[in-house]
């Protein structure tokens, strides 16, 4: 039982634009920045979005990150078959002070 | 490029303490403007931050995992550029892949820029 919310399951198919959501409160996201994990199957996740709406190097951008109000969104762009993931949004909780992940979406390439 | 590298026994007795250590190679671990922490992933299941530490020894625990409360500790040997993770009294719940990682940042404050290097995990059973 996750403080974020994110659906268990996304799908999209190749091209497509699809967006990944997550929902919390004004204790996690709606006071703090939200970041996005990428984890490829059998992998260790990747660090895709931090502060929002900022990318590392290296991560293409197709990956674009928001935020608005309680909510935040991943969008992925010109869907490819290897973006088929799991992806974890992550914030700070000022209730919990910790870290809290979603629970993860898992995103199917069709 | 800085790479963490997680090591560890893979299989732990019920009761017993889990022990694993991540070596970082490419960087020192006294940079000031990094913390180290681990993370972990039950089978099957979504990632669970457990803790961090700061290369002086200052140390933050997940206060929402009731599960670890007092049993986890997480320490630092700067002279071998290593921290390590110990877990006590540990049963099967504590089965998962645990991951060292890098924070960019204070994770607990503004100025925070993710976990950005993550070690490849490590599978750790607890079993008889």
């Known amino acids: 039982q996750s403080v974020l919310t994110q659906a268990p399951s996304a799908s999209g198919t190749p091209g497509q634009r699809v967006t990944i959501s997550c929902s919390g409160s004004s204790s996690n996201i709606g006071n703090n920045f939200v970041y996005w994990y990428q984890q490829l199957p059998g992998t260790a996740p990747k660090l895709l979005i931090y502060?929002?709406?900022q990318r590392p190097s290296g991560v293409p951008d197709r990956f674009s990150g928001s935020k608005s109000g309680t909510s935040a969104s991943l969008a992925i762009s010109g869907l490819r078959s290897e973006d088929e993931a799991d992806y974890y949004c992550?914030?700070?909780?000022?209730?919990?002070?910790?870290?809290?992940f979603g629970g993860g979406t898992k995103l199917t390439v069709l | 490029q800085l790479q963490l590298q997680e090591s560890g026994p893979g299989l732990v007795t019920p009761s017993e303490t889990l022990s694993l250590t991540c070596t970082v190679s490419?960087?020192?671990?006294?940079?000031?403007?990094?913390?180290w922490g681990w993370i972990r992933q039950p089978p099957g299941k979504g990632l669970e931050w457990i803790g961090y530490i700061y290369y002086t020894g200052s140390t933050y625990y997940n206060p929402s995992l009731k599960s670890l409360k007092s049993r986890v500790s997480i320490s630092v040997e700067t002279f071998k550029n290593q921290f390590s993770l110990k877990l006590t009294s540990v049963t099967a719940a504590d089965t998962a892949v645990y991951y060292c990682v890098r924070h960019r940042g204070d994770p607990g404050g503004y100025y925070y820029y993710g976990m950005d290097v993550w070690g490849q995990g490590t599978t750790v059973t607890v079993s008889s």
């Open positions: 502060r929002n709406n």
């Open positions: 490419g960087g020192s671990i006294s940079t000031t403007t990094n913390y």
């Open positions: 992550a914030t700070w909780d000022d209730s919990l002070s910790g870290r809290v």
